[in-house]
């Protein structure tokens, strides 16, 4: 399996930006697909961006498109979540996913340990 590792959470302000990261180690070849779903008290989990390893296909939900962007450094096995203009609901505990499969209907079968986003105002 991958393991992943998220950092970059936190609290900010309505209106501002953060940036996670997640480093995959372990079988990094099955990594074909990666992404990032969320998921806030109460509510069904939600996923938010995808990014194709190999095809570098990006795709990002209805509910952030325009503000959140989902990149990749092979160098670093590494995948980014760029969020800007961050409002109260997107507050909610981030999680890392990686598949072996191409993003259309991936399977999800590595998760990281998420990492918190907490917007106020």
């Known amino acids: 399996q991958v393991q992943l590792v998220e950092s970059g959470g936190g609290s900010v302000q309505a209106g501002g930006s953060l940036r996670l990261s997640c480093e995959a180690s372990g079988y990094i070849y099955q990594r074909i697909c990666m992404g990032w779903f969320r998921q806030a008290p109460g509510k069904e989990r939600e996923e938010v961006a995808t990014?194709?390893?190999?095809?570098?296909?990006?795709n990002v939900a209805d509910s952030v498109k325009g503000r959140f962007t989902i990149s990749r450094n092979d160098a670093k096995n590494t995948v980014y979540l760029q969020m800007n203009s961050l409002q109260p609901e997107d507050t909610a505990m981030y999680y890392c996913?990686?598949?072996?499969?191409?993003?259309?209907?991936?399977?999800?079968?590595?998760w990281g340990q998420g990492t918190q986003v907490t917007v106020s105002g």
């Open positions: 990014i194709g390893i190999v095809s570098g296909i990006s």
């Open positions: 996913v990686s598949a072996p499969s191409a993003c259309g209907g991936a399977d999800f079968d590595s």
